[in-house]
């Protein structure tokens, strides 16, 4: 355990030691900040009051910063720990692996240490800028309650556990630092669309739609939607009795495929299932990559 720790230190410190690193590990999250204050923000207010006629702006305001910021907690979630495991590639390129294949630290405990090391990351950044969404939220009057702000607490954690676990995975298909800078920039681009983060998936035509909430990326923002938005969902529930629902299924907070609606204990059930399944694969990736290294 020891020798486990030792080395996801070790991976953390060089993470972290690099600040443009941690910098493009969150740039997808402020891109998506930087669209809706200086593009697309109103326009997406005026689509919720285009939605639901006679809204407040007010509450309207306070629904789309929630569900911005919880696109941004998705988003982070993904390309943290994508970003972590540049420390993993970074080691191969430098065929690091035959010093540490000769030191004491096993296979297994490498494995371990490059894994751990991803998920603390993205949960770090995670749940940091989860803390900085409730104080935000609760400031303009839209916060999370204390059962509410547990929930998204421990889905974040859940979607950083079941995207560290897909990041191994794909890195060990990487050979090179070029290829693994690539990988993200395309990553970093591609989850606010495939997460459905940009534009409201009632925007999108029903067969787009349906094949984004069958991934996982929507999946797991619809989950962190969920608690994040539920004050001011009910506050515009009370406004106008049943905008709630329709409003949640048009911006993607609810999510079905087809006629099949998927509920938040089915959606646990799924991410908890790629993240076993990913986990196993990525264990075994890397004992080939070590092995043949």
Known sequence: ??????????????????RMRVFFSLLSALILVGLYVFFLGAQVTSAVTAQLPGAPAEDADRFIRAWVFAG??????????????AVFVDDRVAHRFDDFLVAPPRRGSLTVGYL???????????????VAAQAYLALTGGGM?????????????????????????????????GAFAALSTIVGTAVGFLAG????????????????????????A???????????????DAALPGSGASLGEYFGVS?????????????????????????????????????TA
Do not use: H, W
């Open 197 to 220: 983060a940009y534009v409201p998936m009632g925007t999108l035509p029903a067969s787009v739609a349906n094949v984004l909430n069958a991934l996982p990326f929507a999946q797991a």
């Open 255 to 291: 999510a079905t495929v087809g006629n099949t609606e998927l509920t938040t204990p089915l959606l646990l059930a799924i991410l908890c299932g790629l993240g076993i399944l990913f986990l196993l694969l990525a264990i075994a990736r890397f004992g080939k990559r070590l092995r």
């Open 145 to 177: 309650d204390a059962g509410e702000f547990v929930a998204a607490a421990g889905i974040t954690v859940l979607c950083c556990l079941t995207f560290a676990a897909l990041s191994a995975f794909v890195s060990t298909f990487i050979g090179s630092s």
């Open 116 to 130: 751990l090391a991803a998920f603390i990351v993205a949960a770090l950044l995670s749940l940091l800028l989860l």
């Open 222 to 236: 619809s989950l962190v939607r969920g608690p994040l938005t539920a004050a001011s969902l009910d506050t515009l």
């Open 72 to 85: 941004v907690i998705m988003i982070t979630s993904l390309t943290a720990s994508l970003g972590a495991m």
């Open 1 to 18: 355990m020891s020798t486990i720790l030792t080395l996801t230190r070790r991976n953390l410190r060089l993470f972290f030691r690099d």
